[in-house]
């Protein structure tokens, strides 16, 4: 199983809700990364998990926030969101931290409202 | 901090034809450099990387150059076929993460 999957494909929340996404992965991998992708933009890293501890938070504001409950599991919890934090956000893996091929899930489409 | 660019947004070649895709970087100091592939409603997919240390470095299809004095990296797809319309991102590995440039826009003409 080479897939990384996200739940759930689209979401559109008011500033004030609570949600989470999902990102699941089953090939053993030991670093998990979320990215943050605008149209037109390439992806842009917002988090690094390596070993189910976080390793590297890109300056992201606090209104984000991730979890990383197990080693195939990576969440990101969202909460007082703005309009322009509408994006695709993707997550991603690999075997360990920093290396070169990462496996991509299709990404959450957020809207905030 | 780093700088990853490419030259051009979009390119458009005939099915069948060679492609070449370019992007510029600025940060000396990356160990690799990495070209993935993202096709509307997915998520990017890698293609090749290349070492700080090597020119060239061919996959199928696929070939990459780094020419580290002018600091510029091209992606050339042989025989290009409709499947590789997508947008093409470089990136540099700095120490625990990728960099990844603007993208150029591949449309593959019949």
């Not at chain 1, 926030?65 to 599991?73: A, D, T, V």
């Not at chain 1, 969202?78 to 931290?97: F, K, N, T, V, W």
């Not at chain 2, 409603?41 to 990459?64: A, E, L, Y």
Request: with cysteine; charged share 15%; proline share 6%.
């Amino acid at each position: 199983d080479t897939e990384v999957t996200q739940t759930p494909k689209h979401l559109v929340m008011g500033m004030t809700n609570k949600k989470s996404l999902k990102c699941e992965q089953h090939m053993g991998h030991r670093a998990m990364y979320w990215y943050k992708q605008k149209a037109k933009k390439p992806p842009e890293l917002m988090f690094v998990y390596s070993y189910e501890k976080l390793s590297i938070n890109e300056s992201v504001p606090s209104r984000f926030s991730p979890e990383c409950p197990n080693s195939s599991l990576l969440n990101l919890h969202l909460h007082a969101l703005q309009p322009e934090d509408s994006a695709l956000y993707l997550c991603a893996s690999s075997p360990g931290q920093g290396l070169v091929e990462q496996y991509f899930g299709p990404g959450t489409r957020l809207t905030v409202t | 901090g780093e700088s990853v660019g490419l030259h051009l947004p979009t390119l458009s070649v005939q099915e069948g034809d060679n492609s070449i895709i370019n992007c510029a970087y600025s940060n000396s100091a990356s160990d690799y450099f990495i070209w993935y592939k993202q096709e509307s409603g997915k998520g990017p997919q890698f293609i090749i990387d290349i070492r700080s240390n090597m020119d060239k470095r061919q996959g199928q299809r696929v070939t990459v150059l780094l020419n580290k004095t002018v600091k510029h990296l091209s992606l050339q797809i042989a025989a290009t076929q409709p499947g590789d319309s997508a947008v093409y991102f470089c990136a540099l590995r700095s120490p625990g993460q990728l960099t990844f440039g603007s993208g150029t826009q591949l449309t593959v003409l019949p």
